[in-house]
T-cell receptor, first 115, second 117 residues
Framework: AQSVTQPDIHITVSEGASLELRCNYSYGATPYLFWYVQSPGQGLQLLLKYFSGDTLVQGIKGFEAEFKRSQSSFNLRKPSVHWSDAAEYFCAVGVGSGNTGKLIFGQGTTLQVKP | GAVVSQHPSWVICKSGTSVKIECRSLDFQATTMFWYRQFPKQSLMLMATSNEGSKATYEQGVEKDKFLINHASLTLSTLTVTSAHPEDSSFYIC?????????????FGSGTRLTVV
């Protein structure tokens, strides 16, 4: 069955430090992979997505993610974290056809940023 | 940009009553909408896929008679929690499939916080 695992429930980093959020997926075919961010009490905003091609994907807000098939991973990175990046981050895998396919989400990682 | 509006943003209801949550795509037509449920500090769990003009497709374990979904137009889907109980308290989020955005071009609403007392 398809699944997404985010091993880190909570991460704290200092402002200006680099960030890496881990994501592992389980999916039989070539995966469609996503990272979303959720601010408290809000919906989700898409940061970036991977469908095919270059395994290093650039997103909004200075985020990037690298797809590693051999490790079944799609880790999110940012070289320098800003206080406004504090939020909940979700990794997801898309299952099914594109316009009606389902998103399977990981458990989420809460990012706290220290001043 | 594409906007999906959910109403209300929060609601408190008494146990045993029903409550309706609306999900509207404000500037595009959405043939498909999705409803998710999110418990505090947990992931989003897909409840059902809502298709305009047809019955919703519910995920395994979701009670279709309790969570009624109607997608009567291309811009509106509603989720009605019937005979609500405290365990139905949760954060409900919808998303809509936006045409022309390619695969998985979904826009999420801001969510509805339901508290059943």
């Amino acid at each position: 069955a398809q699944s997404v695992t985010q091993p880190d429930i909570h991460i704290t980093v200092s402002e200006g430090a680099s960030l890496e959020l881990r994501c592992n997926y389980s999916y039989g075919a070539t995966p469609y992979l996503f990272w979303y961010v959720q601010s408290p009490g809000q919906g989700l905003q898409l940061l970036l997505k991977y469908f095919s091609g270059d395994t290093l994907v650039q997103g909004i807000k200075g985020f990037e993610a690298e797809f590693k098939r051999s490790q079944s991973s799609f880790n999110l990175r940012k070289p320098s974290v800003h206080w406004s990046d504090a939020a909940e981050y979700f990794c997801a895998v898309g299952v099914g056809s594109g316009n009606t396919g389902k998103l399977i989400f990981g458990q989420g990682t809460t990012l706290q940023v220290k001043p | 940009g594409a906007v999906v509006s959910q109403h209300p943003s929060w609601v408190i209801c008494k146990s045993g009553t029903s409550v309706k949550i609306e999900c509207r795509s404000l500037d595009f037509q959405a043939t498909t909408m999705f409803w998710y449920r999110q418990f505090p500090k947990q992931s989003l769990m897909l409840m059902a896929t809502s298709n305009e003009g047809s019955k919703a497709t519910y995920e395994q374990g979701v009670e279709k008679d309790k969570f009624l979904i109607n997608h009567a137009s291309l811009t509106l889907s509603t989720l009605t929690v019937t005979s609500a109980h405290p365990e139905d308290s949760s954060f409900y989020i919808c998303s809509a499939s936006r045409p022309g955005q390619g695969a998985y071009g979904y826009t999420f609403g801001s969510g509805t916080r339901l508290t059943v007392v």
